[in-house]
Each structure stands twice: as C-alpha cells, then as structure tokens.
C-alpha cells in the first residue's frame, strides 16, 4: 500500500475498535481505491458488515477473497467464524481443516489462525500451529495456546502461556482471570465445562442479539446468563481486528 493507503488502514482499525463502522467503511473503500486489490482491506470490510450485522455480505466478501487469493488465512479465519453464525457447520469444518495446514508468515496471522481452531474447539489443532511456526507466538496466540493446554488438560503448559499474555487488550484481563482460576483450582465456570477463550459479549453483534435472546426464551431452554455460552457456537467473535 503507498503511504496514504497505510494511514487510511490504520485509522480504520482504530475506528473499528471503537465500534464505528461507517467511517471505518468510509476510509477502507478510500484504500481500495488507491489500491483494488488490497486484500486486507476487504478482510476488515467484512468485519464491519459482521459488526453490523449483516453476516451474509461478510461471506460473500471473504468467499469473494479466497476465490482469488486461496489459502489467506485471514479470509479463512474471518469465514470459519461467518460459516458457524449462520449455522453452515459443515463448510466451517472444512474450512477449519484447510486452515490447519496453512502456514502464517508473521504473528498476526498466527494469531487469527489460532482463533479460528479455537472458535472450531480444536486446541490440538491451536497447538500444533503454533508448534509448526518458525517464528515464537506473539502474546494473543500465547493467549489461545493457553486455553488450549487447559483444555488438553495441560495445566502447568497453560499456565506458562496465559503468563506470557501480559496486560495488553483484548486477552489480558481475562488471561489474568483465567490464571486466578487455574491456580485456585476453580475451573473454567461455563455451561460446558470448557475453559473459553472469548467474554460472552464478543459473540454477537448488536443486531443479533435481540434476534438470539427473543428465539432463546420463545424456545423456553436457556435461562439468563446462559444463553451466550449456550448458542456461542452460533454466534459471531468480535475479538481480533485483523488485516
């Protein structure tokens, strides 16, 4: 990307932290009209149209990518999480598996792999990417390798990881708490029983939840807080902004 590209990206990440969507859409268009085929670009466009809600037009744009760029992991990554909102469990599975066997170059990628294994509850899948890289984790995989031991039931290796997180947002404070509960000898306090990667909040969009709470309680199965833990498989993950 030429110069003003880079600037325009990066206001649009920042943007799109903070929730704002529409001028985040605003300045990634500008960038893909300095540059058409700036593939993150259109990674982050389609987490603005999942944000608000429009999850079809977020798989339309990252099928759109990997039919031109096959094997972006963060089109990949991105995907895996649109297939399972919309309940296309089927094409998220074997997607995740094409995504196991990519190798990312740099640690962001890393990291959106290891989300996408972890949304798919594959921790062994997470471990060997990370095992399979020749570069260290940066802090959000180490984050992901964390639960992933937990739930391997590999407790001292889970809490080597969840130590080297550090306090940076998204995966700090709840690496921290997390590491209370595994020290404390709690457990991980879900429905499941499975230690979560993601806060209940990070699974949906606005737009969806009123939709997800209404079914919930029309259905009579869930009860209060359950009810994102129960239908998270569902649900989109807000959690890493990736280019």
Request: with cysteine; glycine share 10%; proline share 7%.
């Amino acid at each position: 990307l030429p110069e003003e590209g880079v600037r325009l990206m990066n206001e649009a990440l920042e943007l799109i932290n903070h929730g704002r969507t529409e001028p985040a859409r605003e300045r990634l268009h500008k960038v893909l009209q300095l540059d058409p085929g700036a593939v993150p670009a259109l990674n982050n466009l389609a987490l603005c149209a999942s944000l608000d809600g429009d999850v079809e037009e977020a798989i339309r744009i990252e099928e759109d990518v990997l039919r031109r760029i096959p094997g972006n992991v963060f089109a990949s990554g991105n995907l895996v999480h649109f297939y399972l909102v919309v309940g296309r469990d089927r094409d998220a599975e074997t997607l995740g598996g094409l995504l196991e066997g990519l190798r990312p170059y740099e640690q962001t990628g890393l990291t959106k792999q290891c989300e996408a294994l972890a949304r798919l509850r594959r921790p062994a899948a997470v471990l060997h990417a990370v095992e399979s890289c020749p570069f260290p984790p940066g802090p959000h995989a180490h984050f992901f390798v964390g639960v992933a031991c937990a739930n391997l039931s590999r407790f001292p290796e889970a809490l080597a990881h969840l130590r080297e997180v550090g306090d940076a947002p998204p995966y700090g404070a709840r690496a921290k708490r997390l590491l209370s509960r595994m020290e404390d000898q709690r457990g991980p306090g879900t429905v499941e029983g499975d230690w979560p990667c993601f806060e209940a909040w990070e699974w949906i969009s606005g737009k969806h939840l009123g939709r997800a709470m209404r079914d919930a309680k029309a259905l009579e199965s869930i009860e209060g807080d359950d009810i994102e833990w129960q239908m998270g498989k569902r649900l989109p993950v807000l959690a890493e902004v990736s280019l």
